[in-house]
């Protein structure tokens, strides 16, 4: 089957015939359909030494079951499935005790050589992280059950007080994410911060009421205040990239700072300057387990919207030259590929 692997920091994806993977006890072989290009896969593909070459990446997924493995009920071939992109050890103490997504040696999906992602004509997953795809959901708006819980995990972490003002720095696929559930959560003046004219514009689309442009202000937060006569007691860093300095010089004293963007560059910050503020700092990481039936569920019921979200699909034989575009700046909200 036709995969794209990883080689090495600065050299595009290779697309290579590789093995196709088989069912071992508990996992499901799937066909994929759609998987997205995440900007955690972007910035891994930077890093020197994180990926192995050969790596195959691709978590965020939708599919059609083609193998079932040993000891798996429920599943049937043609079954239609997204899935947590893990794989626990279960024999840990975190998986004796049934909390999988907390296992010591847990294996990120599309990060480790050992579950190859999406990338690919086929993956696996395990069955017990998969979930059947409604009917009345396709599979590009069931590809945005990942980036969307990513967002509703940022939220639940932030513990946002109904009514708080919040400003989200970045308008890519998490910072809109984190817009929609603001927004059904029952946050008030939404502001989002983005300085591509495109993304700004989804923003508007996507409801949001104190659209931004970062070009013309390079300091939101006052921007933020002027508009709506108040000061954000939350921010959420959804780019990725080294800001938390710049952050905590904007902030206003006892903001909250969500840091969601999972940047893997190193930053440099006084910790002193948020200790005078009374900043608080939280860093939330991927999701829960309970967070993908509940975002597949708010998709299906057509509670959350994701018109607009997905703003290009692309073949496994394009997908190498996207991610290069990607990585750069564009116009792009959340891209497919479709093999």
Not at 263 to 291: C, H, N, W
Request: proline share 6%; hydrophobic share 50%.
């Amino acid at each position: 089957m036709k995969a794209l692997q990883f080689m090495q920091v600065g050299q595009p994806l290779a697309l290579a015939e590789v093995a196709m993977p088989s069912a071992g006890p508990g996992a499901l072989i799937f066909k994929v359909k759609a998987c997205g290009i995440c900007a955690s896969d972007l910035h891994a593909a930077e890093v020197p030494g994180l990926l192995y070459a050969g790596t195959v990446l691709g978590h965020e997924y939708t599919g059609e079951v083609v193998e079932v493995g040993a000891g798996v009920e429920g599943w049937q071939i043609g079954d239609r499935l997204v899935a947590l992109p893990a794989k626990a050890c279960g024999a840990c103490a975190a998986c004796l005790e049934g909390r999988g997504d907390q296992c010591s040696q847990i294996v990120m999906q599309g990060f480790d050589p050992r579950m190859p992602g999406a990338y690919a004509e086929y993956s696996s997953c395990m069955a017990r992280l998969a979930m059947k795809i409604p009917a009345n959901l396709s599979d590009r708006d069931a590809a945005t059950v990942e980036p969307l819980a990513v967002g509703l995990n940022a939220w639940k972490t932030a513990q946002v007080a109904p009514g708080a003002s919040v400003l989200i720095i970045g308008a890519g696929i998490i910072g809109l994410s984190v817009a929609k559930w603001a927004r059904f959560f029952g946050a008030s003046d939404i502001g989002v911060s983005e300085m591509v004219p495109a993304r700004l514009t989804r923003a508007h689309e996507c409801g949001v009421g104190v659209v931004i442009d970062a070009a013309q202000h390079a300091d939101p937060v006052a921007e933020y205040e002027r508009r709506t006569g108040r000061k954000p007691s939350v921010i959420f860093e959804c780019v990725g990239r080294p800001m938390l300095a710049q952050l905590i010089a904007m902030a206003p004293p006892h903001t909250h700072l969500v840091m969601v963007g999972t940047g893997m560059q190193p930053e440099s910050f006084t910790v002193v300057s948020a200790a005078m503020k009374r900043l608080r700092i939280t860093f939330a990481m991927a999701y829960e387990a309970a967070d993908f039936p509940f975002v597949q569920r708010m998709l299906a019921d057509g509670r959350i919207a994701v018109d607009g979200l997905v703003t290009a699909t692309v073949s496994l034989e394009l997908a190498s030259a996207m991610f290069e575009l990607l990585g750069k700046s564009n116009d792009h909200c959340k891209v497919l590929i479709t093999p």
